[in-house]
């Protein structure tokens, strides 16, 4: 398995990059991913939260994880009230 040496958000690419030991360079086009795996703003927001305050989090949900599964579990979907 690979060492990953840094792994940050680009604003300016709305990518997560992570860069491995040995020189790779993976980049995790956020907005492709929110647009495969969100169903809505909630979700969204979700995958938002993460991505700006833990991009390494973020990072190993979509490379190792279940998207899917976490969304709905932590997704709570409240209508707005009147």
Known sequence: ??????????????????????????????????????????????LDWLLYNAPPGYADLILNGDPEKYLKTVTVNKPFEN
């Open 1 to 46: 398995m690979r060492k990953i040496l840094s792994c940050e958000f680009n604003l300016d690419t709305t990518c997560v990059e992570l860069r491995m030991e040995d020189g790779t360079l993976i980049s995790i086009d956020c907005t492709a991913v929110e647009n495969q795996v969100a169903n809505s703003m909630y979700q969204r927001s979700e």
